[in-house]
């Protein structure tokens, strides 16, 4: 296949160039963002002004407790997805499980619904305006879905050192693109310097080619996959003595101190030590392929495209 020709406006190249194409750049950008991205929001969660989880007010209509029967979410999408490997479902399965010791309340995202979100291609629209972008995916000779899909098989990407991100809505877990030092000693200098935010640039650019419009709101140095939502407020109120509850800040920093536990074993146990990693610390995203879906995809739902 001939390269991707980059579009002048693509978003994920902007960063690529700021950090001169190099791989360790990137990776201190992914690690930046959710570092401080964990601080702030810990800062805000524990401050004694803390109103409470912000619910997925939609979620909580489809699931849980609160569940309406015949509610449907409104909002239809086209993505590209990623799948987990089994090794790293399997360590979000224990984070899960970690996770709900301290909150049974919280929405645990199905395993066979997790998914990384290497390109959002729109969001938020109707069943009428995401079938027209369909159509002009699959009507493209040039780059065909088949080809967006397999792309990650000729251009692999890692992802490594796992953990938990958050803020008052949800939880995730979060990697970084691996640098050169961390590929096999047998790739290219050029495979060295590819990286996940890479990958992302080049799936922009082919969906371009196709003639669909992008519009994603996912341009941050992020690679994440969500894996538990707020959908109640259940376990974290107190009652008064006037009868009236409030936030249980006590039980909030049960949680936080959970997540900050958790990531310090990722840390200890998953990371990169002495050129090893542990089975659920590495990804090789798109190894099987990307996904490409369409509909209800908020929570791991949706239809396959099928591939041209």
């Not at 090794?87 to 995202?109: A, K």
Request: aromatic fraction near 8%; include cysteine.
């Amino acid at each position: 296949m001939t390269p991707v020709p980059l579009s002048e406006d693509n978003p994920f190249q902007t960063l690529i160039a700021e950090a001169n194409n190099d791989s360790a750049i990137l990776q201190s950008q992914y690690e930046n963002h959710r570092v401080t991205r964990n601080s702030h929001q810990s800062a805000k969660i524990l401050a004694h002004n803390f109103p409470g989880w912000s619910l997925d007010e939609i979620l909580k209509r489809l699931d849980g407790p609160g569940k309406e029967d015949g509610f449907f979410d409104p909002r239809n999408c086209l993505v590209i997805w990623a799948r987990p490997s089994p090794q790293v479902r399997d360590l979000i399965c224990f984070i899960q499980n970690e996770l709900r010791s301290i909150s049974p309340s919280l929405w645990l995202m199905p395993s066979e619904n997790l998914h990384l979100t290497v390109l959002e291609v729109a969001h938020s629209q109707t069943e009428e305006q995401i079938e027209e972008l369909v159509q002009t995916l699959q009507s493209s000779k040039d780059v065909t879905s088949a080809d967006i899909a397999a792309y990650p098989r000729s251009h692999p990407t890692r992802l490594i050192k796992p953990m938990v991100s958050f803020d008052s809505a949800a939880l995730a877990l979060s990697f970084v693109p691996a640098t050169c030092e961390y590929l096999e000693a047998e790739s290219s200098s050029d495979k060295e310097h590819y990286t996940y935010h890479h990958l992302r640039r080049d799936i922009f650019d082919m969906v371009r080619q196709t003639k669909v419009p992008v519009a994603s709101r996912y341009v941050v140095p992020s690679a994440h996959l969500t894996i538990a939502r707020f959908i109640s407020q259940d376990g974290f109120l107190i009652r008064g003595s006037d009868g009236a509850e409030t936030v249980d800040h006590s039980c909030v920093k049960l949680l936080i101190d959970k997540i900050s536990e958790i990531n310090q074993k990722l840390e200890n146990e998953y990371w990169p030590k002495e050129g090893a990693i542990k089975d659920g610390g590495e990804w090789i995203v798109g190894q099987e392929g990307l996904v490409i879906r369409r509909g209800r995809v908020w929570y791991g739902g949706g239809e396959y495209v099928p591939l041209d």
